[in-house]
């Protein structure tokens, strides 16, 4: 056993690109849900015991339906959770994790080649149909209600172009927000993981920071401050950078890394915090989704078609190979 673990730990760390997809996905988001557990204690350590609990159950569902090769559900799940406040209520959280688990089920068998993060569709559906209670965001350490820095800049300070935060609390991630997102040091320490493991699009990256500076330029906003964000960066680097998650267009990647670090920093000139990023960067891969969905069907329609006859045709074989004959009446 000891042998086996070592030669595991060895192929971690000198063969990354041979590990099951979901163990590179579970490594890099480590060091986010590490920090959030230390940052937010008690409540953090429920959200991560939901979210394992709900994923493991959709496992065993999957295991007794004999539907095969779903991964690891729990990994969508915290990732689900991950981007919840640490004060959202727990029937919420679960919602999340149940989203992200069972999508991740239902892709990895029926559309292996969605370009979607299951976790990210569960956190941004949450988050649009809570109201706001799945945005409740403590002070680290207490129980205290704080606004996640993005909402506290533009309520106060927008006008004044000031950077209310400092940079070093910023990037240890010492503030209210999303329960495993808040510290840019963590989500850094996963994108070099991602990075060392040959998943990391420095490409996207780089093309995601372009979109976000021109309305930081446009509207003369600090921009450090802007991005200097936790959740900024789990979204763009862990889930949007993610090479499985793009595009197999290589000239579609650098434009739908623009485009999403565009349309996650432009709704702040409208009031909208960062959960308006969760929820952009979700529709663009869904959008995706659909887009690539669409073209592949299109090209293999008679694919499709002679599967659904199939699919219409053996219910009638099954009834006739039992001896069911239609009545001549």
Known sequence: MLRRALGSLGKATFEPTSLPRDAVTA??????????????????????????????????????????????????AVIAVALLGPGSPLPWVAAAALIGAALNVILRRLAPGA????????????????????????QPGSRLYGLEPIRLWEQYFIQFGQSPVDAIRLYVGNIPGPVFATSLL??????????????????????????????ISLFNWPVRYQLDSGPLWFVGALI???????????????????AAGLLAVVPRSRGYAIEATIAEVAGLQVLLALIEGGGWMAANRARVWNQIRGAKAQPVARRQKRGYRPSSS
């Not at 370009?115 to 403590?138: D, N, Q, T």
């Not at 949007?240 to 623009?258: C, I, T, V």
């Open 240 to 258: 949007l950078a993610d090479r499985r998650n793009l595009p197999a267009s290589k000239a579609g990647r650098p434009l739908l890394g623009f």
């Open 186 to 215: 963590a989500v850094a320490v996963g994108a070099a993981w991602y990075w060392y493991a040959r998943r990391l699009s420095l490409l996207v990256v780089a093309t995601f920071v372009l979109g976000a500076l021109l309305p």
């Open 115 to 138: 370009r979607l993060e299951p976790g990210l569709i569960g956190a941004a559906a949450v988050l649009l149909a809570s109201s706001g209670r799945a945005a409740s965001y403590f």
């Open 27 to 76: 490594i890099a988001i480590a060091p986010p849900v590490i920090a959030g557990l230390v940052l937010f204690r008690l409540p953090a350590l429920a959200m991560l015991g939901v979210a394992v609990a709900v994923g493991a159950i959709c496992q065993l569902v999957a295991w007794r339906a004999h539907v095969g090769g779903v991964g690891v559900p729990a990994v969508s």
